[in-house]
């Protein structure tokens, strides 16, 4: 990526959804040449000159303080996904391009052994670039599409984006492409010369034009809980829970669980999920 062009969007991107009503500013005049706030308004409301506001967002962030981010937080009204982007472009404009070590394709045994441990519910572990690195049965059976093709390993985005499968089995596929868009970028901006993440999002960008509106909206997300209405083209209609849990001795690595309250209709259909999977799946491995 364009580093000072990525600052620049973002903060441009952020700056133009602000009205000053909401800013709690008042509004002058009638006609205003800018959609959303100036950057003389963002300015005041962080608490520093508009000359290195200007400078800021000409994508310079080089030696901004702490004060400094968070005072442009307040101002653009930032959640803490767009914060800790934030910080993250702050910490890039410091630091030496760096080439970090490729994402992790493969998971330790024991790892594994959790995810094996695990046999009524849906559970992998993914890395940064939404690479599925391990898997269990329950979850080979239900992102069964996903693993059908042959290219590994499997990667939920790639899937997402590429595959007409994903917009059957994503009940709401606008928010799954929304959740997955913006998680990526918030990736980006942590690792911005992470070789594979930026072969992933230029293939999408080549091959997706939904995925190339969203990447343009600059917009960051966490995706850390939440629901999910899926459909499986064998148990049908799930409505689910999920839980996402990173690993402090394997940084990168996320694990996802999916659940679903007792009685209710997901659980039986992961029962006979399960039953499935033990008897008709083909099993894949995540690499």
Do not use: C
């Amino acid at each position: 990526m364009d580093h000072r062009a990525e600052i620049k969007e973002f903060l441009s991107s952020r700056r133009a959804r602000l009205t000053p009503e909401q800013a709690g500013l008042p509004a002058y005049g009638g006609n205003r040449r800018v959609k959303g706030l100036r950057r003389e308004e963002v300015a005041l409301l962080a608490g520093v000159s508009v000359d290195y506001y200007v400078r800021i967002e000409r994508g310079n962030l080089a030696g901004a303080s702490e004060s400094v981010l968070e005072g442009l937080s307040r101002a653009l009204q930032l959640d803490d996904a767009e914060r800790d982007h934030l910080h993250a472009l702050a910490r890039e404009s410091d630091a030496a391009p760096v080439r970090r070590r490729t994402p992790a394709k493969a998971v330790r045994p024991a790892l594994q052994q959790i995810l094996d441990a695990i046999t009524d519910v849906p559970a992998w572990i993914r890395n940064a670039n939404f690479d599925i690195v391990a898997a269990n049965g329950m979850s080979q059976a239900l992102y069964a599409s996903m693993f059908a093709d042959p290219r590994r390993p499997a990667n939920t985005a790639r899937f997402t984006f590429l595959d007409p499968a994903s917009q059957e089995f994503f009940v709401d596929w606008d928010r799954a492409a929304d959740d997955i868009a913006a998680s990526l970028r918030l990736q980006a901006g942590r690792t911005p010369h992470d070789k594979a993440l930026t072969q992933l999002i230029g293939e999408l960008s080549t091959r997706s034009e939904t995925f190339r509106t969203r990447w343009a909206a600059h917009n960051v997300r966490f995706h850390r809980s939440g629901t999910k209405k899926l459909h499986h083209p064998v148990v049908g209609d799930l409505e689910i829970d999920f839980e996402a849990m990173e690993f402090p001795s394997d940084p990168g690595l996320t694990m996802i669980i999916y659940t679903a309250p007792p009685g209710s209709p997901t659980t039986d259909a992961f029962k006979l999920l399960a039953s499935w999977s033990a008897t008709t799946a083909e099993y894949v491995t995540p690499e």
